[in-house]
């Protein structure tokens, strides 16, 4: 099993609502990570969470906030976002010796703020 | 500052023939690189990564050489094929610091 599931595959908000996006895999990958990615543009990186202990947080603001109940998964709570904040979100997991080498990818969840 | 630049928002190849794709990268520190494939609507694929002691890495049909003293990387597709039209991002790290996305290129393959 070499996949990295996330749902839901879409989502609509309003800007007073409270969401979770969900992630997760069964690869034994130790290390996970939040991004998000713009149209055209990179996948920038938002989170790390190593040995379920979040050990990168890139300046993201507190409308956004992770957690990982476990080795296998990972949320992003949601609260009061903007309509900038819409963009595909994509968790990744990779191996813990090389931190976010050969990073397996999710989907995505793609987020419109209304 | 973006330390990792793909020049080519685009790039077009006829089936078959051998598509190439280009990295530069600013920072001498990077010594791991890899591409990424993203297909519309799905989350990048990894395709082949390249460490800094070695100059070039094959794999099937993809190829990624790396020209160290000029900060370059490339991907090499040969024969391409219509499952290919992709975006493809090149990304770079260096010890444990954070993978850093090139811009992307986005490859048509005409058949």
């Known amino acids: 099993d070499t996949e990295v599931t996330q749902t839901p595959k879409h989502l609509v908000m309003g800007m007073t609502n409270k969401k979770s996006l969900k992630c997760e895999q069964h690869?034994?990958?130790?290390?996970m990570y939040w991004y998000k990615q713009k149209a055209k543009k990179p996948p920038e990186l938002m989170f790390v969470?190593?040995?379920?202990?979040?050990?990168i947080n890139e300046s993201v603001p507190s409308r956004f906030s992770p957690e990982c109940p476990n080795s296998s998964l990972l949320n992003l709570h949601l609260h009061a976002l903007q309509p900038e904040d819409s963009a595909l979100y994509l968790c990744?997991?990779?191996?813990?010796?090389?931190?976010?080498?050969?990073?397996?990818f999710g989907q995505g969840t793609r987020l419109t703020v209304v | 500052d973006q330390q990792v630049k793909q020049n080519s928002p685009s790039l077009s190849v006829q089936e078959g023939r051998i598509s190439i794709l280009n990295c530069d990268y600013t920072?001498?520190?990077?010594?791991?690189f890899l591409w990424y494939k993203k297909y519309p609507a799905e989350g990048p694929t990894f395709l082949i990564s390249?460490?800094?002691?070695?100059d070039k890495n094959e794999d099937g049909r993809f190829t990624v050489f790396l020209n160290k003293s000029a900060k370059h990387l490339s991907l090499h597709i040969v024969p391409s094929q219509p499952g290919d039209s992709a975006v493809y991002f090149c990304?770079?790290?260096?010890?444990?610091?954070?993978?850093?996305f090139g811009t992307g290129t986005r490859l048509t393959i005409i058949p």
């Open positions: 920072n001498s520190m990077f010594d791991y």
């Open positions: 990744a997991s990779s191996q813990r010796d090389r931190l976010y080498s050969e990073a397996f």
């Open positions: 690869m034994g990958h130790r290390a």
């Open positions: 990304a770079a790290s260096f010890g444990n610091e954070k993978l850093t």
């Open positions: 390249i460490s800094s002691i070695k």
């Open positions: 969470y190593s040995y379920e202990k979040l050990s």
